[in-house]
């Protein structure tokens, strides 16, 4: 079945603790994402990856780093967690760079910073 | 600025009533507008991609429809399981992939 998956789902941490989300698609595809969703702002894009060893920002970067060392995998990292980076985050993967609008998106993470 | 908003914010329907959904947007050179449906706790689904005004595209009780500077979704008879969140994106020449807030439509028995 093709998915992307996300773990953890659900994750309560405190100011400070280092974490990773991770993110994997078994679908070949080049392109991979991060968006966090936040009531009343809508989706908004973190990182994103053309392909492997090629990242870049999006329009929330601040507070997260990334890396693609394979192309199935696209981990988030949070190196200082702050309670502003509480949210409901979404990996998604579309199958080229060319077509980026047409994602397939993970279940989501639900961080809470305390 | 490159803008995505959607109308109404909320829309309660009976089954059966059928209705539309907008998304109007005001990026200059539109790459794609591309709708999906989100369910609570769930991360979005892509449904449909319009590429040039006047472009259709249908999905059981949805038709997707393409101005130059709106979109609609359209319900027809629309039956509890539709109940969702929708959201629209649209993507200009530049690559970048905009969301709108989202519309969450919520259909009654």
Same mark, same amino acid.
């Given at each position: 079945e093709? &998915?992307?998956?996300q773990n953890?789902?659900?994750?309560? @941490?405190v100011t +400070?603790k ?6 994997s ?5 080049e392109y991979m994402s991060w968006y966090?969703q936040?009531?009343?702002?809508g989706?908004? &894009?973190?990182?994103?990856s053309m392909?492997?060893e090629? @990242?870049?920002? +999006?329009?929330?970067p601040e507070?997260y780093k990334v890396s693609?060392?394979?192309?199935r995998?696209f981990p988030?990292i949070l190196?200082s967690p702050?309670p502003?980076?509480t949210?409901l985050?979404?990996c998604?993967s579309?199958l080229?760079?060319r077509?980026?609008?047409?994602l397939f ?8 910073v305390l | 600025e490159d803008?995505v908003?959607?109308s109404?914010?909320?829309?309660r329907?009976q089954e059966?009533?059928?209705?539309s959904l907008?998304?109007?947007?005001t ?8 709708w ?9 689904e ?11 595209k ?8 393409l101005?130059k500077k ?5 319900i027809?008879?629309?039956?509890p399981?539709?109940?969702a ?13 905009i969301?709108g ?9």
């Open positions: 093709a &998915q992307v998956t953890p789902r659900y994750l309560i @941490t +400070g280092k974490l990773t989300v991770t993110c698609q078994n679908m070949n595809h966090r936040d009531p009343g702002l989706l908004r &894009q973190i990182y994103y392909n492997v090629v @990242t870049d920002k +999006g329009d929330v507070g693609r060392k394979e192309k995998n988030l190196e702050s502003n980076q949210s985050y979404f998604a579309s080229s760079g077509n980026t609008g047409e998106f993970g279940e989501g993470s639900r961080l809470t | 803008q908003t959607q109404p914010e909320a829309l329907l059966g009533e059928s209705s907008n998304c109007s947007y990026v200059s050179g539109l790459r794609g507008l591309f999906y449906r989100q369910d609570p706790g769930k991360g979005p892509f449904l449909f991609t319009l590429y040039s005004a006047g472009e259709e249908e999905k059981e009780r949805l038709k997707a429809t101005t709106e979109s609609f979704l359209h027809t008879a629309p039956k399981e539709d109940s969140t929708y959201l629209c994106a649209v993507q200009w020449r530049g690559g970048k992939l969301f807030q989202g519309t969450e439509l919520s259909v009654k028995p």
